[in-house]
Nanobody, 128 residues
Framework: VQLQASGGGLVQAGGSLRLSCAAS????????MGWFRQAPGKEREFVAA????????YYADSVKGRFTISRDNAKNTVYLQMNSLKPGDTAVYYC??????????????????????WGQGTQVTVSS
């Protein structure tokens, strides 16, 4: 599956952005999806994950209550709505997909990359 992330940009602290990740090449509905981010000089970290049905979601503690992951299987797209953005959210955001995985398993995709597909990343910059 090929993943194309978009929607990043420059926003002031307290603002909002919505990231999109469009998938192509395989049956999208069979894939658990996740968002990860990597700030300069730091390791890639988990942000949010969603099951193939959309019925199960997981979030990093740092984004709970501010970010919402969702998916539209008819459009082969997963979204990350980011509200109340902070300068600490500045990073390159990557979407990931893994066939047949649970949302919980997707939280570990950065550490156990077997069978995981990655998009190219989109830059999010939050100014103070």
């Amino acid at each position: 599956v090929q993943l194309q992330a978009s929607g990043g940009g420059l926003v002031q602290a307290g603002g909002s952005l919505r990231l999109s990740c469009a998938a192509s090449g395989r049956t999208f509905s069979g894939y658990a999806m996740g968002w990860f981010r990597q700030a300069p000089g730091k390791e890639r970290e988990f942000v949010a994950a969603i099951s193939w049905s959309g019925g199960s979601t997981y979030y990093a503690d740092s984004v709970k209550g501010r970010f919402t992951i969702s998916r539209d299987n008819a459009k082969n797209t997963v979204y990350l709505q980011m509200n109340s953005l902070k300068p600490g959210d500045t990073a390159v955001y990557y979407c990931a997909a893994r066939f047949g995985a649970t949302a919980q398993a997707m939280t570990l995709a950065g550490q156990i990359p077997l069978g995981v597909y990655w998009g190219q990343g989109t830059q999010v910059t939050v100014s103070s």
